[in-house]
């Protein structure tokens, strides 16, 4: 049984990363206790597959943007023929493994 990743936030982005897969990203607000904001990286099936944490949200939005990501409330086109994952996630390992957070895949 996979542990469930708590993400209360549902502003999606997206990136489209070959024929029918999406990489989404989902932003969230750390506590008072621990400022900043991580970003969860989830596939069509609602795994998380990776995260990665930023200063402030405007800069994991600079960072998404940069790497290929679009928000998924504001592309009317990607929402006409895909839809994002349903909550609940889940924790999940990528067949590449850490792709963004490894650097591999992300633009710094």
């Given at each position: 049984?996979?542990?469930?990743?708590?993400?209360?936030?549902?502003?999606?982005?997206?990136?489209?990363?070959?024929?029918?897969?999406?990489?989404?990203?989902?932003?969230?607000?750390?506590?008072?206790?621990?400022?900043?904001?991580?970003?969860?990286?989830?596939?069509?099936?609602?795994?998380?597959?990776?995260?990665?944490?930023?200063?402030?949200?405007?800069?994991?939005?600079?960072?998404?943007?940069?790497?290929?990501?679009?928000?998924?409330?504001?592309?009317?086109?990607?929402?006409?023929?895909?839809?994002?994952?349903?909550?609940?996630?889940?924790?999940?390992?990528?067949?590449?493994?850490?792709?963004?957070?490894?650097?591999?895949?992300w633009i710094g």
């Open positions: 049984m996979s542990e469930n990743v708590d993400i209360r936030s549902r502003d999606y982005w997206v990136k489209v990363v070959g024929m029918l897969e999406q990489n989404w990203a989902l932003i969230e607000t750390n506590d008072a206790a621990s400022p900043g904001v991580r970003v969860f990286f989830v596939g069509d099936t609602s795994g998380v597959f990776d995260e990665m944490s930023f200063p402030s949200s405007e800069e994991a939005t600079r960072a998404l943007r940069n790497n290929g990501f679009r928000r998924y409330a504001e592309d009317r086109e990607l929402q006409s023929f895909i839809v994002p994952p349903a909550p609940p996630f889940e924790q999940s390992r990528h067949p590449n493994g850490a792709i963004y957070s490894s650097g591999r895949y």
